[in-house]
C-alpha cells in the first residue's frame, strides 16, 4: 500500500502563492499516476490536476490552467503543486491521490489511495 501525506496549506491572500507536497511512503511511486483534488467547504470533491509515472503528461482542471503546475519528483517520493494567482474560490481542502495505472485520469473513483487533506485559504 502507499501512504500519501499532503503538506504546504495555509493562509494566503488572493494574488499570492503556495506550493503543496505529496509525500508518499510505502512504495516507490515511479509506476503511480498521481492527481490533486480540492474539495471546499458544502462541496463535492474535484480534480485539480494529474501527472503521469515521469511527468511527461500532465492534465488540468480548465479553473486552474496556467495558473497551477503539477510536478513530482520520483526520487524524492514526493509530487507538488504549485498553485500561482490564487483565488478565494481556490479555498478548500487540497487532496492528493494515486493509482498504479499509466494513463492519467481525471475522475475520484479513477484513484485508490488517497491523503488526509491540507487546507487551503485565500482571502479576499
Known amino acids: 500500500q502507499v501512504q500519501l501525506v499532503e503538506s504546504g496549506g495555509g493562509l494566503v491572500q488572493a494574488g499570492g502563492s503556495l506550493r503543496l507536497s505529496c509525500a508518499a511512503s510505502?512504495?516507490?511511486?515511479?509506476?503511480?499516476?498521481m492527481g490533486w483534488f480540492r474539495q471546499g467547504t458544502g462541496k463535492e470533491r474535484e480534480f485539480v490536476a494529474g501527472?503521469?509515472?515521469?511527468?511527461?503528461?500532465?492534465a488540468y482542471a480548465d479553473s486552474v490552467k496556467g495558473r497551477f503546475t503539477i510536478a513530482r519528483d520520483n526520487a524524492k517520493n514526493t509530487m507538488y503543486l504549485q498553485m500561482n494567482t490564487l483565488k478565494p474560490e481556490d479555498t478548500a481542502v487540497y487532496y492528493c491521490?494515486?493509482?498504479?495505472?499509466?494513463?492519467?485520469?481525471?475522475?475520484?473513483?479513477?484513484?485508490?489511495?488517497w491523503g488526509q487533506g491540507t487546507q487551503v485559504t485565500v482571502s479576499a
Open positions: 510505502g512504495r516507490t511511486i515511479s509506476s503511480y499516476i
Open positions: 491521490a494515486a493509482k498504479q495505472r499509466l494513463r492519467v485520469v481525471t475522475t475520484i473513483d479513477g484513484y485508490d489511495y
Open positions: 501527472i503521469s509515472w515521469s511527468g511527461d503528461r500532465t
